[in-house]
C-alpha cells in the first residue's frame, strides 16, 4: 500500500492490494481520512471553524463574535482610515478642535463598512484621499460633516475608491 492520495497524503490501495488485503486497506485509508479530519469534530452553537496556523488542515473551534463592537479612540485632530477599522468597529473622535477624517485610497474592498462618531466638541469633516470619492448628503457632499457632538456616520465602500456616507451629517 504505497500510493498516497495527491493533497491529504492518505494512503490508498493499489490495485493488487485490492486483491489480497482488502478489509485491512480500508482499514488503513480510513484512520487516516478520519485523523486528518478530527478538528471538523466539535465545535457548539455560535462558533465557527478557524484556520488556526498555516498548516494544512489545521483548524480550531473559536466563538463568532460579531455582537461585540471594539473602539477605536482618536484625540487628534487627524486621522486616516485604516482597513482594520471596517472590522465590525466604531471610530470616535474627540477633540476641542474640529477633527478631519480622511478615506484613503485603495483600503477598502466593496462593501466594507466603517462607523465614525464624533463624541469630541470639535466637528468631525469627512476628506477624500487622493483618487477617492465621496457622496453624501451634507451640506459639502464630497466632504461631510458629523452635525454635532455624539453624531455618528457610517462610510460604505460602494465601489473601488468610491464611498458613500449615511448618517448625521451636516
Not at 8 to 14: A, D, K, L, N, S
Not at 55 to 77: H, K, P, Y
Not at 111 to 123: D, R
Request: hydrophobic share 45%; glycine share 8%; net charge negative.
Amino acid at each position: 500500500m504505497a500510493n498516497p492520495t495527491t493533497y491529504f497524503g492518505w494512503v490508498m490501495p493499489t490495485a493488487t492490494d485490492l486483491v489480497t488485503d482488502l478489509p485491512a486497506d480500508f482499514n488503513i485509508f480510513g484512520q487516516g481520512v478520519d485523523t486528518s479530519m478530527q478538528d471538523l469534530l466539535g465545535g457548539t452553537t455560535g462558533q465557527v471553524l478557524s484556520k488556526a496556523s498555516n498548516t494544512n488542515m489545521d483548524f480550531a473551534w473559536i466563538e463568532q463574535d460579531d455582537s461585540t463592537l471594539a473602539f477605536n479612540a482618536q484625540t487628534g485632530t487627524t486621522y486616516t482610515l485604516v482597513l482594520i477599522d471596517a472590522a465590525n468597529k466604531l471610530v470616535t473622535t474627540s477633540n476641542a478642535s474640529a477633527v478631519t477624517v480622511t478615506v484613503p485610497p485603495s483600503v477598502f474592498a466593496v462593501g466594507n463598512t466603517i462607523n465614525v462618531q464624533s463624541i469630541g466638541v470639535g466637528l468631525t469633516t469627512f476628506a477624500q484621499g487622493a483618487g477617492v470619492t465621496i457622496t453624501s448628503t451634507g451640506a459639502s457632499a464630497s466632504a461631510p460633516i458629523l452635525r454635532a457632538r455624539y453624531s455618528a456616520a457610517t462610510i460604505i465602500c460602494t465601489a473601488s475608491n468610491v464611498f458613500t456616507i449615511v448618517g448625521d451629517l451636516a
